[in-house]
């Protein structure tokens, strides 16, 4: 909050926009022939400003200012060129690969906290011409268009960088929270593809689990929501109830959840999310979204004590429990014990 009152977001917007601009398109506007050394300096500068961009934006003022000053085109151009080719648009040698990660990874991470504030993720989500959307005070040939097509290649593009899809979830996650419009963008668009597409790939990462857990309940349970209930269907003015609502609102359920039933969903929260301590109660929250038969148990320290779970598993044993009748958890000098010691002591020698 203190670099972004000492006048750090507008610097850093800057040197993001800047160093955009001195690319040109990326790999569409230059060749390879063309990149030079400089070429790979200006995407560890455009990564580095996009991160430190990324670090500021932790609430709604300093996001609301940053989209005042131009950055939401800044992250669409980042987020186009990070999903079909290098930032530097040169062949980069051995670095080139970890370059990109960065570049997205540094892309990712700012589109995820933008979304943060429900109208602009609706702008990222979507799409927007407005100018106010784009930053009146510093217009940029950088197009506010919808940030999920490139979101989405990109996830998939680096596929194996846990980073990018945990942003990517997440980004996704928050997307669809509160808004239904934007929850169904991402389902018509293949979202719950790439979502499971990521949790099964980073099977140990429970950052990535919780993100995906999270995508996949904020997604269903809003458009859920927001389809017709056969309560506000069956009752009009005094008419007759009529089913075409509720048969529309059920068919409409019905889709939402095959989207993600028929991937396998079921199956990746089960036996991947919900192992992981971390992401548990996300996973469970999305199973019961999608109407899967789910418990959450939880165990108390007073629980230890039971037979154990469903599962037969016996609980852990404390030290003090009365389970073997034999042991004593207090001393207790035994009342022969000075008469065995005085025994020894005879037979054997001093």
């Known amino acids: 909050v203190e670099f972004h009152r000492a006048g ?3 610097s850093l917007i800057e040197i993001a926009r800047t160093e955009l601009s001195r690319r040109g398109g990326g790999c569409e506007g230059g060749s390879t022939e063309d990149a030079t050394a400089d070429d790979d300096d200006d995407g560890r ?3 580095a400003a996009l991160t430190a961009l990324r670090v500021l934006a932790v609430n709604d003022e300093i996001i609301q200012t940053m989209v005042a000053l131009g950055v939401l085109p800044i992250v669409t151009e980042a987020l186009r060129r990070s999903s079909s080719c290098s930032p530097t648009s040169g062949t980069g040698g051995g670095m080139e690969t970890e370059e990109e990660e960065n570049y997205s990874q540094a892309s990712m991470g700012l589109l995820r906290n933008l979304c943060g504030n429900d109208e602009i993720k609706t702008n990222l989500c979507l799409g927007s011409s407005s100018t106010a959307a784009s930053g009146e005070r510093d217009p940029s040939p950088f197009r506010t268009s919808s940030v999920l097509p490139y979101l989405l290649r990109t996830v998939q593009r680096f ?8 942003h990517g979830c997440g980004t996704l996650a928050a997307m669809a929270l509160r808004r239904p419009a934007n929850a169904r963008a991402i389902l018509d668009a293949g979202g719950p593809r790439s979502v499971l597409t990521a949790m099964r790939r980073h099977d140990a ?3 990535v689990q919780r993100q995906g857990s999270l995508a996949i309940r904020n997604i269903v349970s809003r458009l859920l929501r927001d389809a017709p209930s056969s309560e506000g269907a069956a009752s009009g003015g005094g008419a007759l109830p009529s089913t075409s609502g509720a048969e529309n609102g059920g068919n409409e359920r019905g889709a939402v959840r095959d989207a993600f039933l028929e991937l396998g969903a079921e199956d990746v929260l089960r036996n991947v999310a919900g192992r992981h301590q971390g992401s548990v109660d996300e996973a469970y929250a999305a199973l019961r979204d999608l109407g899967c038969k789910v418990s959450l148990v939880k165990f108390s320290a007073d629980d230890l004590q039971s037979a154990g779970t469903a599962a037969g598993n016996r609980g852990m ?8 009748s034999n042991f004593r958890p207090v001393y207790e000098e035994s009342a022969g014990l000075a008469d065995g010691v005085e025994d020894a002591v005879s037979r054997f020698g001093s």
């Open 45 to 47: 500068s455009a990564a």
């Open 205 to 207: 990462n429970v950052n």
């Open 159 to 166: 596929s194996s960088t846990a980073l990018v899809q945990e």
């Open 317 to 324: 044993m404390m030290f003090g429990e009365k389970h073997n």
């Open 8 to 10: 750090a977001t507008a």
